[in-house]
């Protein structure tokens, strides 16, 4: 039932792997930068992560793998926020380590069941869409920002019309003073209406309900859903706390969530510091979205042909087997979490 984590380590010159290992653990447990009357109170022992297995990175002098365990009850149930707080909380700026990256994590079971999973999934999806056989096919409507109410509703519906089964809000298009968000969801939704009068086909917009506050989220969102739209749209950006919140939303008012991981090449891009953004699928699976921007091999984002189908696994697949071509290092079962849609995207 443990939970385990593996971190590619690079520890600062003269700092022995085993150590700085032994050190990421303590820190991102029980651990703190000196020795304590107070650990004699508690088990530490117990509590404190044990770093089991360090391996040499492949074609690498100064990387090493470091495999953690981590007991279950360090973490509190169905709290996203709690499990980064401690894997990823303090760590990253640890001394000993010169740099840190989190590559992969395995949840056990019992810490999944304290979790709602994806709130529609890809079955209900399809079935509410009465599309079956082949991918979705989506837009985003460009150019993002500039556009009046009006014209981006036009463009909606040109889409839509055309084929498309959705369009998108983009990451960054909110309530801006060009077209506030009332009138682009007013807009947005008329054109969905008569594309589906025109084709006879259920067709959907990504409302993007990101704001600055949850209460704005909530008025975006329910007016979003008493306009007649089937799904919602957040950023990465607004937090673990707030994506978890969204997906209980959702879950309850029978929508749709779509999430643009905007913001996660800042920590996933780099090769040894940061985390890998398989992870934040895992955490994404678990929080409750039904939709997460997975990147494709083509187009105009980075994208490594093995990495992406690891991540398409992550959020499709029910039980994972450990496939070290893909980054994939731990076996998981996904136990009864549904599964979440990967989008392809930046192109394709």
């Known amino acids: ?18 150590e700085a290992s032994a050190a990421v653990a303590g820190e991102s447990s029980t651990a703190t930068w000196t020795v304590v009357w107070t650990d004699l109170l508690t088990a530490c022992d117990l509590y404190r992560a044990k770093a089991y297995k360090v391996d040499s ?33 303090n760590v990253f700026g640890f001394k000993a380590v010169k740099a840190l990256r989190l590559e992969d994590m395995r949840i056990p079971v019992a810490y999944l069941k304290t979790f709602q999973g ?6 209900v999806e ?21 556009l009046s109410g009006k014209n981006y509703g036009r463009v909606v519906y040109e889409g839509l019309k055309g084929g498309l089964d959705f369009l998108k809000d983009d990451e960054n298009i909110n309530s801006q003073p060009f077209m506030r968000w009332k009138e682009r ?31 704005e989220i909530y008025e975006r969102a329910e007016f979003a859903k008493q306009l007649g739209s089937v ?26 969530l779509h999430l643009h991981r905007a913001g996660n090449s800042t920590y996933s891009r780099q090769k040894s510091h940061g985390m890998n953004f398989r992870v934040i699928c895992k955490w994404m699976r678990m929080a409750g979205v039904d939709h997460i921007h997975a990147g494709t091999v083509v187009g105009k984002l980075e994208g490594d042909p093995l990495m992406i189908k690891g991540f398409y696994d992550t959020l499709l697949l029910t039980h994972l087997d450990m496939n070290l071509p ?8 996904w136990a009864s979490l549904r599964k979440v849609t990967p989008v392809a995207s930046g192109g394709i």
């Open 1 to 18: 039932t443990d939970i385990l984590a593996l971190f590619r380590v690079t520890p600062q010159p003269g700092v022995d792997p085993i």
């Open 57 to 89: 990175v492949p074609n690498s002098s100064d990387q090493y793998f470091a495999y953690i365990a981590y007991d279950i009850d360090l973490f509190e149930e169905g709290s996203i926020a709690n499990l980064t707080a401690s894997i990823i909380g």
């Open 118 to 123: 994806p709130a529609t999934g890809v079955v």
């Open 126 to 146: 399809r079935e509410r869409m009465d599309k079956f056989g082949r991918p979705f096919l989506g837009a985003t409507v460009k150019p993002k920002l500039g």
């Open 185 to 215: 969801f007013l807009y947005s939704m008329e054109a969905v209406n008569r594309s589906i009068a025109a084709t006879g086909e259920v067709k959907g917009h990504y409302m993007n309900v990101t704001a600055a506050t949850m209460e």
């Open 231 to 256: 799904i919602i749209m957040i950023d990465l950006v607004i937090g673990y706390t707030a994506i978890q919140t969204m997906g209980i939303w959702a879950r309850k008012n029978d929508m749709i």
């Open 326 to 333: 893909q980054g994939i290092f731990f076996e998981q079962d």
